[in-house]
């Protein structure tokens, strides 16, 4: 519900200033990030959509990280290359079953974050639309 609030005032904002005075700091990657399974052949019906852009309010660490010469995750230093997702999560690399495959690591991250902030988001229409 605080969430809802906080994401709906800085709206009102935006539309009643058109925009002025809101201004991030830098723009960070790409407007939308298609997530898809390339290196695993994993029944996926549709690729999920990302809307990488409308995520930036989130700090880069809460959902980047990387991996350790010995294989464990790393946290996310700021600066740092990023890498597709799937490079990790495949089914070649030893990983933690819940994060095994990019799907997995998707609905584990992406899901756990909706569930906290808003219930509606957890429906697959959401990230998986018809593009």
């Given at each position: 519900?605080?969430?809802?609030?906080?994401?709906?005032?800085?709206?009102?904002f935006?539309?009643?200033?058109?925009?002025?005075?809101?201004v991030?700091?830098?723009?960070?990657?790409?407007?939308?990030?298609?997530?898809?399974?390339?290196?695993?052949?994993?029944?996926?019906?549709?690729p999920?959509?990302?809307?990488?852009?409308?995520?930036?309010?989130?700090e880069?660490?809460?959902?980047?990280?990387?991996?350790g010469?010995?294989?464990?995750k790393?946290?996310?230093?700021?600066?740092?290359?990023?890498?597709?997702?799937?490079?990790?999560?495949?089914?070649?690399?030893?990983?933690?079953?819940?994060v095994?495959?990019?799907?997995?690591?998707?609905?584990?991250?992406?899901?756990?974050c909706?569930?906290?902030?808003?219930?509606?988001?957890?429906?697959?229409?959401?990230?998986?639309?018809?593009?």
């Open positions: 519900m605080k969430h809802s609030f906080v994401c709906g005032a800085i709206l009102a935006c539309f009643a200033t058109g925009g002025a005075g809101v991030f700091a830098e723009e960070k990657g790409p407007v939308e990030v298609v997530i898809q399974a390339t290196l695993d052949g994993e029944k996926v019906a549709k999920a959509f990302l809307p990488h852009q409308t995520h930036q309010w989130l880069c660490e809460g959902c980047h990280h990387g991996r010469a010995d294989g464990k790393v946290e996310y230093v700021a600066g740092q290359k990023i890498e597709k997702c799937e490079i990790c999560h495949n089914t070649k690399v030893k990983m933690p079953e819940k095994t495959t990019l799907k997995r690591a998707g609905h584990a991250l992406c899901m756990e909706h569930r906290k902030n808003n219930v509606e988001l957890t429906k697959c229409g959401v990230c998986h639309t018809k593009k």
